[in-house]
């Protein structure tokens, strides 16, 4: 049986939509400054396909950045988070969301001039706060972290950290195996755990 058009129509726009934002990352991290153009060239669509998605670059680059951190959350998933000691765990999750945006530097840096709201990004963060969350509560619960505090909040203060050592990373302030080392050990210390898991 023949599926209805409009069906088609939607898996049309979902592919092309698809494309566009593999292909944005691509050009984007090589070239911040590309054109839609440029994007639409590599993304092998119209310019005219972009717009129907994207009624202008910010919005394009919210996308970019929105599908970015689906990334980084898969890659910190990906981790199993919930085997072995809650600081291991931590630790893994966080290096893999690392990696997974040391791979867009550039789009990393551009990510954080975008002119989002703070609702907007408390909710693109929000599904690698409840995984840092979850993982932070599993600590407290096996007296490996303090537990006079809310994970959530802990969570929160992850994220801010994290982001503090890639700053330092990129502002050349410090190597990357610095800022990781410096990330885990004052991590732990505000976790009220070891230093050393």
Known sequence: MTPPPTRNLRA???RSRAAILDAALQVLEARPDA???????????TRQTVYAHF??????LTAVVDRLTEETAAAMNATDPDTGSAAEALLRVLDAGERTVGRYPVLARLA???PTGTRADRERHE??????ARVIRR???AGEFDDRLPPGWLAT????????ASEETRSGRMT????????????????GGTARP
């Open 12 to 14: 049309d726009a979902l």
């Open 176 to 191: 990357q195996e610095e800022s990781r080392r410096a990330l885990h050990t004052t991590l732990l210390l505000a976790l």
């Open 139 to 141: 600590g407290q619960q």
């Open 35 to 45: 054109s839609l153009d440029a994007v639409a060239a590599a993304a092998e669509v």
């Open 55 to 60: 009624r202008s670059r910010d919005q394009l």
């Open 112 to 114: 954080g001039s975008l």
């Open 157 to 164: 203060v992850t994220v801010k950290l994290a982001h503090a």
């Open 127 to 132: 599904p690698i706060s409840e995984l840092l």
